[in-house]
């Protein structure tokens, strides 16, 4: 498949399987032996079904959610994609009843195309943002100084030291 060919599966699994919600359409956009790692979940979530329990788990607990793609790149049997979701906690998530707030989600995927299906994929998301949106965390202008310091020391070892180029 083309560059082009991909990022069009990537999009209309969006479309399709996670706006519109019509997840009949996800047998024939993800492999049998699809793998989708997110770190919300100690394992990742596994085939078709998988994926479907998965966008059900989201839409039971924002029903209205709306993804937006912003940047969709592709190259060779890779695509990425940086998003944003418009939501409003209606049902409960993850044990957390519902509240009723409105929540903006950012994120970015990055998917693995093989046979022309997506066959793996990768979710990084700003979950600090949803749990204060949702109101479960207070803004960062809020939390205790324990609190800051310890976000703090996560992002520096997140983000890593660059390595310098080869032969350097």
């Given at each position: 498949?083309?560059?082009?060919?991909?990022?069009?599966?990537?999009?209309?699994?969006?479309?399709e399987?996670?706006?519109?919600?019509?997840l009949?359409v996800?047998?024939?956009?993800?492999?049998?032996?699809f793998?989708?790692?997110?770190?919300?979940?100690?394992?990742?979530?596994?085939?078709?079904?998988?994926?479907?329990?998965?966008?059900?788990?989201?839409?039971?607990?924002?029903?209205?959610?709306?993804?937006?793609?912003?940047?969709?790149?592709?190259?060779?049997?890779?695509?990425g994609?940086?998003?944003?979701?418009?939501?409003?906690?209606?049902?409960?998530?993850?044990?957390?009843?519902?509240?009723?707030?409105?929540a903006?989600?950012?994120?970015?995927?990055?998917?693995?195309?093989?046979?022309?299906?997506?066959?793996?994929?990768?979710?990084?998301?700003?979950?600090?943002?949803?749990?204060?949106?949702?109101?479960?965390l207070?803004?960062?202008?809020?939390?205790?100084?324990?609190?800051?310091?310890?976000?703090?020391?996560?992002?520096?070892?997140?983000?890593?030291?660059?390595?310098?180029?080869?032969?350097?």
């Open positions: 498949m083309s560059a082009e060919d991909n990022k069009a599966l990537v999009r209309r699994g969006i479309e399987c996670l706006n519109k919600g019509n009949a996800a047998d024939e956009l993800f492999a049998p032996d793998v989708f790692h997110t770190p919300a979940q100690p394992e990742p979530f596994r085939g078709p079904a998988g994926f479907k329990q998965y966008v059900g788990t989201i839409r039971s607990a924002f029903p209205d959610i709306h993804f937006t793609v912003h940047d969709l790149f592709s190259e060779g049997d890779r695509v994609a940086r998003w944003s979701a418009t939501l409003t906690h209606r049902g409960e998530f993850f044990g957390i009843p519902p509240t009723g707030n409105p903006v989600l950012t994120g970015i995927h990055v998917y693995r195309i093989a046979g022309g299906r997506i066959a793996e994929e990768w979710q990084e998301l700003s979950a600090l943002r949803l749990m204060q949106d949702l109101g479960v207070p803004p960062v202008e809020k939390m205790p100084k324990p609190v800051l310091k310890v976000l703090m020391k996560l992002q520096k070892l997140t983000m890593g030291k660059p390595k310098p180029a080869a032969g350097r």
